[in-house]
């Protein structure tokens, strides 16, 4: 029988606490490989959302200290925490804020080369679909129903808190990265090697 451990959140500066006293906790970056190898916590894992889900109960098993889940605001974080309690890990908790707390309080970040943020990415290809079936409904009226498609597929990732594009984007080569299988990353977790 599994049960669900409710995930908390902490605050960036208590994190910097524990990092900076030699008490660091594991740090599990959700976010893809490509928004991972852009910048990232120094010593985080990159164990993007969806390996996660699909493998919690193998990762759980390398995983029996504290835990802090980061993303870009939190959210995948969350849904990450809920993946792991399913599986009964305990000592999750959430970066409240996720990248852009860390970030604005001036913490450390490993810096690599720019790269957008899936929700950027997202926000471009919705736009940019409404506005090609918009333009293209003048000669093609029946396009204004993608438009309306994507609306309702916007109101429903808001709804619901997923998001089918962006899972759908995090799956292209731009944002998946070189060492982000399962192998890789329970090798990581089993060494301790920090990134």
């Known amino acids: 029988m599994t049960t669900t451990t409710p995930t908390t959140t902490i605050d960036a500066a208590t994190l910097r606490e524990l990092i900076a006293a030699g008490r660091p906790p594991r740090v599990l970056d959700v976010r893809t490989p490509g928004e991972f190898e852009a910048a990232h916590i120094p010593g985080a894992y990159n164990v993007p959302l969806d390996l996660l889900r699909e493998h919690r109960a193998e990762l759980r098993s390398h ?17 990450a925490g809920q993946a792991l309690g399913a599986v009964g890990l305990p000592n999750v908790k959430v970066l409240d804020g996720g990248m852009l707390a860390w970030q604005a309080t001036n913490a450390p970040v490993n810096q690599g080369r720019s790269r957008w943020d899936l929700e950027r990415q997202v926000r471009l290809v919705a736009g940019a679909i409404v506005l090609a079936a918009v333009l293209g409904s003048v000669f093609v009226p029946g396009l204004k129903w993608v438009a309306a498609f994507i609306g309702a597929g916007l109101t429903f990732a808001a709804l619901t808190n997923t998001c089918a594009m962006g899972m ?7 944002n998946r990265g070189a060492s982000c299988d399962l192998d890789t990353i329970v090798g990581q977790l089993r060494d301790g090697g920090r990134r």
Do not use: F
């Open 63 to 79: 995983l029996d200290e504290d835990v802090v889940l980061v993303c870009r605001s939190g959210v995948r974080a969350s849904q």
């Open 168 to 174: 759908l984007l995090s799956k292209l080569p731009y």
